[in-house]
């Protein structure tokens, strides 16, 4: 017999994470449009944002309302930083050797992590409310609800932004077609910059929910094989596909975890990706591109 109220709790839980895995893919999805780099460094990247907030928050013992946008600022400064000195010099190069290097930029953050904050698991300073969360008779954790309404809140505030801010205009124009960009006047390695920028902003906040949640340690970067699980599947370019299969792995984790054992969470997820792969290689919603020869 199915236990529906524990069915429905788990997969609550499961929305709320996917809510979280959706807004770590829509940092990766802002890259690769602007881009076209393939960033696997993201879960470091999300690592960074939630140390400079553990820097802020509980070194400099800065307020909470000041540390946030503090962290998310210097991650931004630090997304500018990278793209300027690893990707901008790779232009046109091959897309492997930008793939390798943001193999190596993640091992470079987690080495440099463990140098300045050592690879000892530490704890965010509380922020998010503690009351029981009910829905119904469904228990579900206030961290990972109150987590997915910010991620909800952020994701809806980048895709006005993007949607209306010219930025964001200029980034999708780039995304489309950069030859076509540059003929009607929009400075491409700007918007190389931007998306690196925004992406490592969106990482951070992402970061630091997550941290605020389960702790933070030179391990989060785990947290980006997921990540990178939602964006294929849901189709590396594509915005919605982000959203959509970040609540679709975020639930298919919680069940598998809940049913079989945490140990066959990331098993359940890539079968899931071998599967839609096998039906449509780019993705739920990603872009088909046709190559002519």
Do not use: C
Request: charged residues 10%.
């Amino acid at each position: 017999m199915i236990d529906w109220l524990t069915l429905f709790e788990v997969s609550l839980t499961g929305l709320a994470s996917g809510g979280l895995y959706a807004l770590a893919a829509l940092a990766f999805v802002m890259v690769y449009k602007g881009t076209r780099v393939v960033n696997l460094a993201i879960g470091e990247m999300l690592m960074a944002g939630a140390y400079l907030f553990f820097t802020f928050a509980a070194m400099f013992a800065l307020p909470i309302w000041l540390a946030i946008p503090a962290a998310v600022l210097a991650a931004g400064v630090l997304g500018g930083v990278i793209e300027r000195t690893m990707i901008r010099p790779l232009l046109g190069e091959p897309p492997i050797s930008v793939f390798m290097v943001t193999i190596g930029l993640g091992s470079v953050l987690v080495g440099l992590v463990e140098v300045i904050w050592s690879a000892d698991q530490k704890r965010l300073p509380d922020f998010l409310p503690d009351d029981p969360i009910m829905v119904g008779e469904a228990f579900l954790s206030p961290k990972v609800f109150w987590g997915a309404v910010i991620a909800a809140v952020f994701i809806a505030a980048v895709l006005l932004l993007f949607r209306f801010w010219r930025g964001g205009v200029a980034l999708r124009a780039t995304a489309s077609d950069q030859a076509a960009a540059y003929s009607v006047g929009i400075n491409v390695p700007r918007v190389f910059s931007l998306s690196w920028v925004v992406g490592a902003m969106i990482a951070a906040v992402s970061g630091i929910i997550v941290g605020s949640i389960g702790g933070i340690s030179s391990a989060m970067g785990v947290f980006g094989l997921s990540v990178l699980v939602v964006v294929i599947v849901g189709g590396l370019d594509s915005v919605l596909g982000a959203l959509v299969a970040g609540l679709l792995i975020g639930v298919i984790e919680a069940v598998a975890g809940f049913y079989l054992g945490g140990e066959y969470k990331l098993l359940a997820t890539f079968i899931v990706l071998v599967a839609v792969l096998m039906l449509r290689p780019y993705g739920l919603f990603g872009t088909h591109e046709i190559e002519r020869l």
